[in-house]
């Protein structure tokens, strides 16, 4: 028999796999990956840097979706807004790759990219370098609690006539449909609006 004209395996089709495993069930495993793909176990580590290779092609595959353009706008406060859209949209298409991703350290050439950007946006707008990070961090907080908010079920306190919480149902009921995109508004306002004062005390 002749090769195949497409190779078995391949950083790509790996990442692919891994990303179905993650989404369908929040994690992967390289056996799992290889029996997916009709491969040996030793044949995927010939071609990534063992599980926490794939871990970043993950981080890197879903960071992809990020529009970095979002840094270039002007002024800080909205190029910092439209990035946190831009980000949490990226990570609600993976609510299940969340945790995998934030306990583990970042290392993707790229991803350092993106946060090296932000860093340098935020201290061209007068920043204390001291404030940088920990802004950046508060932002990455929003918009991954709010990317999980999103995949969460839409009714997430279940009150009934025996449940002694009457102003609760009316909040709940008050607040309607959309509340994780209306919780991230407020969020979000609220970190800005903060940072904008940060700023003004420096």
């Known amino acids: 028999m002749g090769r195949p004209?497409?190779?078995?395996?391949?950083?790509?089709?790996?990442?692919?796999t891994a990303m179905q495993l993650v989404d369908e069930h929040g994690d992967f495993s390289v056996p799992k990956i290889?029996?997916?793909?009709?491969?040996?176990?030793?044949?995927?580590?010939?071609?990534?840097?063992?599980?926490?290779g794939i871990v970043e092609m993950l981080r890197e595959r879903i960071a992809s979706a990020?529009?970095?353009?979002?840094?270039?706008?002007?002024?800080?406060?909205?190029?910092?807004?439209?990035?946190?859209?831009?980000?949490?949209?990226?990570?609600?298409?993976?609510?299940?790759?969340?945790?995998?991703?934030?306990?583990s350290p970042v290392r993707a050439p790229r991803v350092l990219e993106q946060y090296e950007r932000a860093v340098t946006l935020l201290l061209d707008a007068g920043f204390a370098?001291?404030?940088?990070?920990?802004?950046?961090?508060?932002?990455?907080?929003?918009?991954l609690g709010s990317a999980l908010d999103l995949a969460a079920p839409e009714t997430m306190w279940v009150v009934t006539e025996s449940t002694p919480t009457p102003q609760l149902a009316e909040a709940l009921t008050a607040?309607?449909?959309?509340?994780?995109?209306?919780?991230?508004?407020?969020?979000?306002?609220?970190?800005?609006?903060?940072?904008?004062?940060?700023?003004?005390a420096d």
């Not at 491969?39 to 926490?52: L, N, W």
């Not at 950046?136 to 907080?141: G, K, S, T």
């Open 34 to 52: 290889a029996k997916r793909l009709g491969a040996q176990t030793g044949s995927v580590y010939h071609h990534v840097d063992g599980r926490d």
């Open 129 to 143: 370098l001291v404030d940088v990070m920990p802004l950046i961090i508060a932002l990455e907080n929003l918009v």
């Open 5 to 16: 004209r497409t190779p078995l395996l391949d950083r790509e089709r790996i990442a692919t």
């Open 175 to 200: 607040v309607g449909e959309g509340r994780a995109d209306r919780a991230f508004e407020v969020g979000l306002k609220g970190l800005l609006n903060h940072a904008r004062a940060m700023r003004v």
């Open 66 to 103: 990020i529009d970095h353009r979002t840094l270039d706008v002007a002024p800080w406060d909205m190029a910092l807004d439209a990035w946190a859209r831009s980000y949490r949209a990226a990570f609600a298409a993976h609510p299940k790759a969340i945790p995998l991703l934030m306990t």
